[in-house]
């Protein structure tokens, strides 16, 4: 593979580190940017390919920014008065928490229109959600239902110092992929409608939650979401211990029923996905969606629907349905102890 230029990471917390390595695998020459040079210099003992930013160097770069939510506004700012003539700007999801962060980056985008700015959401580049996509369309089948579980224990991660979303909470971690999956299959997010809408939370930890989500479109497809961040999980009413969560079940108006296990995937290697039809055929792909995304945005191979999937206003408009969806839920706070 032709190498894909100079990139440069701004933050280098865990998310940093992990773009770092798949930049440097994809060939690029990798930069590393970051407020604290001791969050730096962890990164440049790890890998040795890397390399420090300074301000007088020049060049066609593009930016991949890897900062917290909560900081993408200030990063976005620092970017445009920094780097000259940045080539692409990469944002992570969600592209911010809350009003006034959504202010600054509506008026910064407005004033340097000529960048291309992408917000980094891969499960668009998912190849599980093609596959299933390509094979409704080719049978005609129609989506009745969708479910979407993203779970996973981050307590320990989140006390080491990991980020957790203190305006959106448990709304602004594994929801944006949940609604970026929706988005994929064709949903309509400004149609959904709300039937149930909770936050769980522990009685003493508050980033021991989860949230639990029933929504409807305009074309009825009956929507389950759930997204728990803590020791447990709520699933039909009854607690229970949660672990490493990572599926979509779709069912069709031809009584096919698709399940889909996103990376990592039980028994299998890692970035593969496996999708089960009716208990009784099985597809495995690879599916490094983030991998997949990184290359084919920093190649230009986007097409125009990818485009506007990928867009500031396509994740400021899942923003906007994060904040309400956060304003309008009903909490209930559950004891500590897990029944298994």
């Not at 089948?141 to 969708?146: G, H, L």
Request: with cysteine; charged share 25%.
């Amino acid at each position: 593979m032709r190498g894909l230029g100079k990139v440069l990471i701004l933050g280098c917390g865990t998310i940093g580190q992990i773009k770092a390595g798949l930049w440097l695998s994809l060939g690029a020459n990798v930069y590393l940017y970051d407020t604290s040079p001791a969050q730096i210099d962890k990164l440049l003992k790890i890998d040795k390919r890397l390399q420090r930013f300074n301000q007088q160097q020049m060049g066609d770069f593009t930016v991949d920014i890897s900062t917290p939510s909560d900081q993408h506004a200030s990063s976005l700012f620092w970017t445009f008065e920094t780097i000259k003539n940045p080539r692409i700007i990469l944002l992570e999801k969600p592209i911010c928490t809350n009003a006034n962060d959504k202010a600054v980056i509506d008026q910064l985008l407005s004033k340097y229109r000529s960048v291309p700015v992408y917000v980094n959401e891969s499960y668009f580049w998912s190849s599980a959600l093609d596959w299933l996509s390509n094979r409704l369309h080719i049978n005609d089948e129609k989506i009745v239902s969708i479910e979407i579980n993203l779970s996973k224990n981050r307590l320990a991660d989140t006390r080491a110092g990991r980020f957790f979303d203190r305006d959106l909470e448990s709304y602004g971690i594994e929801v944006p992929h949940a609604i970026a999956i929706l988005q994929r299959l064709g949903v309509d997010i400004d149609g959904l409608r709300v039937g149930a809408n909770k936050i769980y939370r522990s009685e003493n930890d508050p980033f021991n939650q989860g949230v639990h989500l029933m929504l409807s479109d305009m074309s009825s497809h009956i929507i389950k979401i759930d997204s728990f961040l803590g020791d447990f999980m709520i699933q039909t009413g009854e607690k229970m211990q949660n672990s490493l969560t990572r599926w979509l079940i779709v069912e069709t108006d031809k009584q096919n029923k698709y399940h889909v296990l996103f990376d990592p995937a039980p028994n299998e290697q890692r970035f593969k996905s496996v999708i089960t039809i009716n208990d009784n055929e099985r597809v495995v792909l690879d599916d490094d969606h983030l991998r997949r995304h990184l290359k084919h945005v920093q190649l230009g191979e986007l097409n125009d629907a990818m485009k506007q999937h990928l867009s500031p206003a396509n994740s400021i408009a899942i923003y906007d349905l994060l904040e309400k969806l956060y304003a309008s839920k009903i909490e209930d706070y559950v004891s500590d102890v897990v029944s298994i």
